[in-house]
């Protein structure tokens, strides 16, 4: 895909941060790699940690009602 035609769906941008995260394992690299690092896989553990977080809080429930923090409404 070209830049402008990049997906912006998370399940499109998760699957390319995954398949990035298993070349870089174990020493591996990418064509985007340089002897400084890897702004490819730089941007796949930011994606992968903020997929994470994400999944973290949904878990977590944020809401109660009335009736659970004892109000007697």
């Known amino acids: 895909m070209s830049g402008r035609d990049e997906s912006v769906?998370?399940?499109d941008r998760l699957e390319?941060?995954?398949l990035t995260?298993?070349?870089h394992q174990?020493?591996?690299?990418?064509l985007?790699?340089?002897p400084d690092g890897c702004k490819q896989n730089d941007w796949?553990?930011?994606e992968l940690a903020a997929h994470s977080e994400m999944q973290r809080r949904s878990a977590t429930p944020q809401l109660t009602t009335e009736h659970?923090?004892?109000d007697p409404r």
């Open 9 to 11: 769906r998370l399940a």
């Open 16 to 18: 390319s941060a995954l």
């Open 21 to 23: 995260d298993l070349q």
């Open 26 to 30: 174990n020493g591996g690299r990418c």
């Open 32 to 34: 985007n790699c340089t």
């Open 44 to 46: 796949a553990q930011a």
């Open 68 to 70: 659970e923090r004892g």
